[in-house]
């Protein structure tokens, strides 16, 4: 599978890697009317046969591993267990303060599903990112089953200035695969993964920086000021779309989380916004907050392309609750930017 694929599974991976084709154009974006279990945070979403998968932070009532939820309608969602049981054995000596996964990312390549999630704490960058393989989403299947792969990228506090944690993959093509991750420090990060192994390759070792934002508060740990993270890139036309949250999360009906984006030449960057401003220097385009009498902080993005339509996947949380609901808007292409539905 390497280097001969299937017109399926091209057509599967271009999918779940949301990378989109010009396709068809939402005239006006809409937010789609959910139901089902919907309390998820980071969530990100991927299509196998007639079956939506939907993978987010943490488990299940306080157990499992990366919470997943199914729906054959994009609408209507349904839990499903997670994808561990249980934090792979590895994690306590590597790092030691993690008690969940937050934030995983889906992606299929090299003939497998590909389960990239965060390992971390609140407020240091002693941080990890993990990943776990699957030729199936099926549970059905006698082929369904999560391997540990292990560790793919760290941070470790005084030695790096990024935070290894959100990942999203990108697919170039079906050899050229990439990793961006980060949340505040130094900003959003990408490298160059190895297509066999799905880890970083020794062909090119280099760090790429993709967005930051200014900080004044050099000394502080974490540095609030630099608030950038959860990044998510796709590629549309002849441009890389960078998606990312401003501000901050995890704070219930105080959450003021937002997205921007920025485009680029190439995945590598540089990412400017409308204005021609680089994403590195604080630039975005602004294309959804939640600021309103029902919700608050919408962020964490990840875009979903199916049946010719583009889908911006993410969580806002309840102004009445605090807790955070699965929201999912239709995105509409207009001169080369994109727009999403405006939060009631």
Not at 217 to 227: D, F, K, L, N
Request: proline share 6%; net charge negative; glycine share 10%.
């Amino acid at each position: 599978m390497r280097r001969t694929y299937s017109a399926f599974v091209f057509a599967l991976l271009t999918t779940v890697a949301a990378l989109p084709s010009l396709g068809e154009v939402v005239a006006e974006p809409v937010l789609l009317e959910l139901s089902g279990d919907l309390t998820v945070h980071d969530p990100v979403v991927a299509k196998e046969g007639d079956t939506y998968y939907l993978f987010a932070t943490g488990g299940f009532r306080g157990r499992g591993v990366v919470s997943k939820l199914t729906s054959k309608d994009l609408r209507h969602w349904t839990r499903a267990g997670t994808v561990l049981s249980e934090l792979p054995a590895w994690v306590a000596d590597e790092v030691p303060k993690a008690r969940n996964a937050w934030a995983p990312d889906i992606a299929y390549f090299n003939g497998k599903y590909h389960l990239y999630y965060s390992l971390s704490s609140f407020g240091v960058n002693h941080s990890a990112i993990a990943l776990a393989t699957n030729k199936t989403l099926d549970p059905s299947r006698t082929d369904y089953e999560w391997h540990d792969e292990g560790l793919v990228i760290r941070s470790r506090p005084g030695v790096d200035d990024f935070n290894a944690i959100d990942p999203n993959v990108i697919i170039e093509s079906p050899d050229r695969v990439w990793l961006a991750w980060g949340s505040f420090w130094g900003g959003i990060m990408l490298c160059r993964l190895d297509h066999d192994t799905g880890k970083p390759t020794a062909e090119d070792a280099t760090i790429y920086k993709l967005a930051s934002r200014p900080r004044t508060g050099e000394h502080q740990t974490p540095p609030i000021e630099g608030a950038i993270e959860a990044p998510f890139i796709v590629h549309r036309g002849a441009h890389w779309y960078l998606f990312v949250s401003w501000d901050f999360c995890c704070r219930g009906a105080r959450s003021d989380y937002k997205v921007v984006v920025g485009r680029a030449d190439q995945v590598t960057g540089p990412y400017l916004d409308q204005h021609g401003r680089c994403l590195v220097d604080g630039g975005g385009l602004l294309i959804l907050e939640a600021a309103t009498d029902k919700w608050r902080g919408a962020g964490h993005p990840a875009v979903f392309h199916d049946n010719g339509v583009d889908y911006l996947v993410f969580h806002a949380y309840s102004a009445t609750t605090g807790r955070p609901q699965l929201q999912i808007s239709s995105i509409a292409w207009q001169a080369g930017w994109p727009r999403v539905a405006r939060m009631p």
